[in-house]
């Protein structure tokens, strides 16, 4: 399933929830630019926002479940830690 980049995020939720790797990969393909250029705005420094970047990112797969299947869960986590 995730070598097609045209699948929902809700779909690539459910298959990183499930452990594939490439699904989530994508979604961090997608999603990673944003987070990074929020948390760089908060923080004005590139090094801080990337280490905080990789840190969301982590968190997300961490916590991956079907029901927490969207962008704004991602954005979430990148403003509460």
Known sequence: M??????PDAALWQ????GEHAAFGQLFDRHATA???YLYRRTAD???AE????????QAWRRRTPE????????RLSRTG
């Open 2 to 7: 995730a070598a097609n980049t045209g699948y």
């Open 15 to 18: 298959a990183a929830a499930a």
């Open 35 to 37: 987070v990074y250029n």
């Open 46 to 48: 590139w090094s801080a």
């Open 51 to 58: 280490d905080l970047t990789a840190a969301v990112f982590l």
């Open 68 to 75: 927490h299947g969207s962008r704004s869960w991602v954005d």
